[in-house]
């Protein structure tokens, strides 16, 4: 289900009280994602060819439903999009630092933005990084900013795809629709069943609560989670076999609904946490080898 401008309004709300040293970035990001929702009626409905003759297998033996290289998107309003959202980041406290590099991409030729869009499907980070760092952006703001100018389009294509899959059908780490990872997972209900969300088209899909969603692996052993002192729930699973980690929002203790990109901006010294964690445990591991 896709956020509302109410829904939106109540979590940067929830976070400043929660945290109140987020509020200035929550209520940033905030305004980002409704002109996001904002500017969804402009977009013109994703073509679709889904070969559903094909679905059941493949799908049920883990290939995403689309390839997100393959994605079909309006990149006219996707461009129009990233000049709004660009304008916003001007008026922002840390903004005028970071405009002119973003202003840059839409100066050089239709390609440029259109590639680094592509990266953006891609979670190819390293073209994104580099990019950053040749226009002088904070990469994290260059994700962002290629993500959400993109998201009306991939929320509308997610939700085509969700109303063709049984979604309880899946049971691999990454997304259904998509393929990408997910960002950030959440506990509900009684005993605390968990739900994962995409990182990319933030589709919500239900995932066995001990096994790590990078790596498969359910060894109770290597399974560990952190949570952050004082802070009800807000926590972080750690794999101790492939090095990721998750982290987790439980709906039992918080309100709902998850709002990617908010939330995971909101519980940034979650990740701090969770990488410092695997590196001292790396750094113990390579000292008693
Ligand atoms: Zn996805
Ligand atoms: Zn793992």
Not at 22 to 30: D, I, K
Not at 103 to 122: I, N, P, W, Y
Not at 165 to 171: A, H, I, M, R, T
Request: negative net charge; glycine residues 6%.
């Amino acid at each position: 289900m896709t956020a509302s401008l109410e829904d939106i309004d109540a979590k940067v709300k929830a976070i400043a009280k929660r945290n109140p040293v987020y509020s200035e970035s929550t209520q940033f990001v905030g305004d980002l994602l409704s002109a996001t929702v904002q500017a969804a009626g402009n977009f013109s409905p994703p073509e679709l060819s889904f070969d559903l003759g094909q679905l059941p297998d493949a799908w049920s033996q883990g290939k995403s439903f689309l390839d997100p290289k393959d994605m079909p998107l309006d990149w006219k309003q996707a461009r129009a999009l990233y000049k709004q959202l660009v304008e916003l980041v001007k008026e922002s406290k840390d903004g005028p630092r970071q405009v002119e590099g973003l202003m840059q991409v839409l100066a050089e030729d239709e390609d440029s933005l259109f590639k680094l869009m592509k990266a953006a499907l891609a979670s190819d980070i390293k073209t994104m990084e580099t990019a950053a760092r040749e226009l002088a952006v904070d990469p994290p703001v260059l994700t962002l900013l290629l993500r959400l100018s993109m998201r009306p389009a991939l929320l509308e294509v997610a939700r085509a795809a969700q109303n063709l899959l049984d979604l309880s059908q899946w049971n691999h780490g990454h997304c259904p629709v998509c393929g990408s990872a997910p960002k950030l997972a959440d506990l509900s209900g009684e005993g605390g069943q968990r739900t994962l969300h995409c990182s990319l088209c933030e589709t919500a899909w239900p995932y066995v609560r001990l096994q790590c969603p990078f790596c498969e692996n359910d060894n109770r052993d290597d399974l560990s989670y952190l949570r952050a002192e004082s802070e009800e729930g807000l926590r972080v699973d750690l794999c101790g076999r492939c090095g990721h980690y998750l982290k987790t929002i439980d709906l039992r203790e918080l309100s709902g609904p998850i709002i990617v990109p908010l939330d995971d901006m909101a519980t940034w010294h979650l990740d701090l946490i969770a990488q410092e964690n695997l590196k001292e445990n790396k750094a113990d591991k390579s000292r008693t080898i």
